[in-house]
């Protein structure tokens, strides 16, 4: 038996997220977006090594947060809701390179309908002002 931890609900899709780290999905937006259904949840195909802690789903797109405060997008993209620089449609889940290049960890994500956010988790150096 799957327990799962972590579930998201998309426009006509939904996610879960195990215990296990593994990501299952149904509904029509994880197939070819062709009026296509995946009736039965099944099991989304995971770079190697990926351990994910938290998962968003948008009306026909999808976030993944790792352990490591990466990020993995997948889905309909003509918004630039991946966070790729483009508005190409991407079937698998393919991490953001803009965070890691730029030395961003991020902390938690979430989706709106067509778009994505991320919040970030900086470490700030605090000097301290003597007033006299």
Known sequence: MLKVRHVAAGGMHSLALTYTGELWAWGQPLCD??????????????PVGCKLTKIAAGAFHNLALQEDGGVLAWG??????????DVVFTSKPA????????????TDVACGGWHSTAITRYALKINKIKLN
Not at 37 to 45: E, F, G, N, W, Y
Not at 98 to 105: A, D, L, R, S, T
Request: glycine share 12%; proline share 8%.
């Open 33 to 46: 977006f062709n009026n296509t259904q995946q009736r039965l949840p099944a099991p989304v195909a995971l």
């Open 76 to 85: 309909r993209n003509e918004y630039g809701s991946l966070g790729f620089g």
């Open 95 to 106: 991490y953001i390179t803009f965070f890691p290049e730029k030395g961003i960890k991020i």
